[in-house]
Each structure stands twice: as structure tokens, then as C-alpha cells.
């Protein structure tokens, strides 16, 4: 009776579970995303926006000197020059720009250098399946794969692709994984804005298990091999009515003939539910 329940309520439960998929696929806000660092080598040629910092130096005046926000207009704030606009500029320009500036009545031959201190203006959201999901700041040039590198790698299984999306852009550039690694595609720029996310195939086991959850798909992967990566079935599992759940399709598997070599072992898709019914009292 209760496994009989159970089955019923895992039956009514799988148009849910759909949408939460498709949840789970959507561009996540800023505001959830927890932020992890930076991305890229630094470059000469980044250029500034709200949000970064810079690190202004003029020698031997050190009241000019220190860190220096840059607000939300694009300008910093350094005392006796003022308000000065530095968004879309590299740290090289700006450098220039405070020299003129400092030089005009203020100073001779100022010696003023620049660098950026803090990079927040170039968001890059990097979620799915990756060992530090999160949002990362570009500070140079960078491609899907560093990206993916700097955000802990992917996991060895149950990956096939990558989705790139761009900022303004609705639909994702799909990234076959295996021609990534082994550079049969380009590596793609990753830009401010852009969204890498990775996928992960799996299969989930239900039921009476050891370990109900979801779990990597490989191919070739089997009912039987599931059930055992889940923990094995229980001794009150129900080993005669297994069942395989693929969208509308309900598939019976007998594991007690599967594991004594009687039935072939059924080989599993991705996004199949296993599902261990108890045996019936």
C-alpha cells in the first residue's frame, strides 16, 4: 500500500520537477550570485569603469596619493584637480590625463603613475556545473575555457556542452565540451556581462536506496550500476518492479534477473529516473 503511494506521488511529482529544470537553466541576478574574484591575466589595455578602484601615485606629493573609487557617473575625485572622468580609459591614459591636469599651475613635471587596484566594473556570471560557481570581474582578456579554469574546472562526468551567453543576447551559444578540450572548435572570448554555464547530465535514484539523489550520467551507464552508485537497493526494496521513468515512458525492470544475468541490464539515458519501489507488506 505505501509503495503503491509512494509510486503515485513520484507520478504526479514529475511535471514539477520538469519546471524546476527549466528554472535552474535561467539567467540567475546579479544580487544571488556570490562573488568569487577575478578572471584573466591583468592587462594594459583593460579599460576602467564604475565600480574599480585605481591606485593613483604622485611622487613626493602624498596627499595626492592613495586609492581612488571610481564612482557611478565614471569619475574619481583627487584633491586639487577635482572631479576627473576616467570611465573607458586604461590606466596608462588616465596617467596622462593626471599629468596634464596636476601640471597646469599646480605642479612641475609631475611624476604621477597609475594602476587599477580593484576590478568590479566587467561582471561575468560563471554558474552550473563548476567547482566555485559564481560572479568574477574580467580583468583582461579571457576565453570560455580560462574562465572555467579560474572557476574550479568542470567535473569529469556528465558534461557535453558549455552555453555561452552574451550580454543583450537571449539565446546561448551551445559549446560542444569534448571539442573545447581538444581545441576542434575556437575558444571563445568571454565578455562583461556574459554568462558561462555548464550543464551536467544525470540520472536520479529514488526509493528504497541507500543514497537517494542524483547522480553523473556516463554513457553506457545501466539500471543496475545506478542503483548501486545510490548505495544498492534495501531490504525491503522491491528488486522484481524497478522502474525507469523517461518523460512519458514508464519502463519495468526486474533487477533480480538483471543481477542473476537472466534480463539484459537496461542502459539509461540522460535525465532518466530510477525509481526502488518497497516490497508490498
Not at 596619493?65 to 596608462?92: N, Y
Not at 596617467?95 to 587599477?116: D, I, S, W
Amino acid at each position: 500500500m505505501m509503495a503503491g503511494l509512494m509510486f503515485a506521488l513520484l507520478l504526479v511529482c514529475l511535471p514539477l520537477a520538469s519546471a524546476q529544470d527549466a528554472v535552474a537553466d535561467a539567467a540567475v541576478p546579479v544580487e544571488s550570485v556570490a562573488m568569487q574574484g577575478t578572471l584573466g591575466a591583468p592587462s594594459a589595455q583593460y579599460r576602467v569603469g564604475a565600480g574599480d578602484s585605481l591606485n593613483v601615485q604622485v611622487y613626493g606629493e602624498p596627499s595626492l596619493s592613495g586609492t581612488i573609487p571610481i564612482d557611478a557617473m565614471g569619475e574619481i575625485d583627487v584633491a586639487l584637480v577635482g572631479r576627473v572622468p576616467v570611465a573607458d580609459k586604461t590606466a596608462q591614459e588616465i596617467m596622462q590625463l593626471l599629468r596634464e591636469k596636476l601640471a597646469a599651475g599646480l605642479l612641475v613635471n609631475p611624476n604621477v603613475t597609475v594602476a587599477v587596484s580593484a576590478y568590479r566594473s566587467q561582471p561575468v556570471k560563471v554558474l552550473g556545473a563548476v567547482g566555485k560557481p559564481g560572479l568574477y570581474f574580467l580583468r583582461g582578456p579571457s576565453t570560455v575555457m580560462s574562465v572555467l579554469s579560474e572557476a574550479g574546472g568542470v567535473p569529469p562526468e556528465g558534461v557535453n556542452e558549455i552555453r555561452l551567453t552574451h550580454a543583450g543576447a537571449g539565446v546561448p551559444e551551445v559549446l560542444p565540451y569534448d571539442k573545447l578540450v581538444s581545441r576542434g572548435v575556437a575558444d571563445p572570448p568571454v565578455l562583461a556581462g556574459d554568462i558561462v554555464f555548464v550543464p551536467q547530465s544525470v540520472v536520479s535514484v529514488s526509493g528504497s536506496v541507500g543514497k537517494p539523489g542524483e547522480i553523473a550520467y556516463r554513457d553506457g551507464m545501466t539500471v543496475s550500476q545506478v542503483i548501486a552508485s545510490a548505495g544498492g537497493a534495501t531490504a525491503v526494496a522491491s528488486r522484481g518492479r524497478v522502474y525507469i521513468i523517461r518523460g512519458e515512458k514508464r519502463i519495468r525492470v526486474n533487477l533480480r534477473k538483471v543481477l542473476s544475468g537472466e534480463e539484459p541490464d537496461e542502459v539509461l539515458q540522460p535525465g532518466d529516473k530510477v525509481y526502488v519501489p518497497e516490497s508490498p507488506v
